[in-house]
């Protein structure tokens, strides 16, 4: 009877461990997508500020433009210059 009690201990955690990594893997996965977006809008706004110098447009690389850039992509871009330019 003694015996069993380890192997119930080890299976409830081994059971737990499943449910928590399902319920924790969805934000994980949204987090590291957010992440690699926001790393794409730096790309995309480096790119677009040194294009844009030679027509005098550009904007700031900071985790806020890159993140709407990341999100939104092309149309992000030009809502931040929208932003940027009217305000």
Same mark, same amino acid.
């Given at each position: 009877?003694?015996?069993? &009690?380890?192997?119930?201990?080890?299976? &409830?955690?081994? =059971?737990?461990?499943?449910?928590?990594?399902?319920?924790? =893997?969805?934000?994980?996965?949204?987090?590291?997508?957010?992440?690699?977006?926001?790393?794409? %809008?730096?790309?995309?706004?480096?790119?677009?500020?040194?294009? =844009?110098?030679?027509? =005098?447009?550009?904007?700031?690389?900071?985790?806020?433009?890159?993140?709407?850039? %990341?999100?939104? %992509?092309?149309?992000? &871009?030009?809502?931040?210059?929208? &932003?940027?330019?009217?305000?």
């Amino acid at each position: 009877m003694e015996v069993w &009690i380890p192997l119930l201990l080890a299976a &409830i955690a081994v =059971g737990l461990l499943v449910l928590l990594f399902k319920l924790l =893997g969805k934000p994980l996965r949204w987090l590291a997508k957010l992440f690699i977006n926001a790393l794409l %809008g730096f790309v995309a706004l480096f790119l677009f500020n040194f294009f =844009g110098d030679f027509v =005098g447009l550009s904007l700031g690389l900071n985790w806020f433009n890159a993140i709407v850039a %990341g999100v939104l %992509g092309v149309p992000g &871009i030009v809502l931040l210059l929208l &932003i940027k330019y009217i305000f």
